[in-house]
């Protein structure tokens, strides 16, 4: 899985692995409302993050889930408490979830992106 946001909207692809060959399976995407555009970046990565857990939580499997990010600070909220109450929910749902969360550049992080750019 692939997620970003940007200060309009958020992205995420769910994506398979086949003989290394990355093979799409769902895409979300969510245009953020008036609140949640005064959020930070991780609050925003993070909050975009849950819900595509929520959504993509049926594709799941017992294997441990990959998510990619372009927002380094994201790999570490689960090694740390968080002192934003924000922050310490959502990091405390996905903690139910077989997660490894994982830096991936910007460059790298293209369909994500280009999901979570659409204008007003």
């Known amino acids: 899985m692939s ?7 958020t992205g995420s692809v769910l994506f398979q692995t086949v003989e290394g060959i990355d093979r799409l399976i769902c895409l979300c ?8 555009r005064h959020y930070s ?10 819900l595509s ?3 993509f939580n049926v594709y799941f499997g017992s294997s441990a889930i990959k998510v990619y990010t372009d927002h380094n600070p994201l790999t ?6 968080p002192h934003n109450q924000q922050l310490l929910r959502s990091s405390l749902e996905i ?3 077989n997660l490894e969360i994982l830096h991936h ?11 979570c750019c659409t204008p007003d």
Do not use: W
């Open 29 to 36: 995407c969510k245009k953020l409302d008036s609140h949640q």
């Open 95 to 97: 903690q139910q979830y």
């Open 3 to 9: 997620v970003d946001a940007s200060d309009v909207a």
């Open 53 to 55: 857990v929520r959504v």
């Open 41 to 50: 970046t991780i609050e925003k990565e993070m909050l975009f993050l849950v």
């Open 105 to 115: 550049s910007g460059k790298d992080n293209l369909l994500p992106d280009l999901l």
């Open 76 to 81: 570490f909220l689960q090694c740390m408490a």
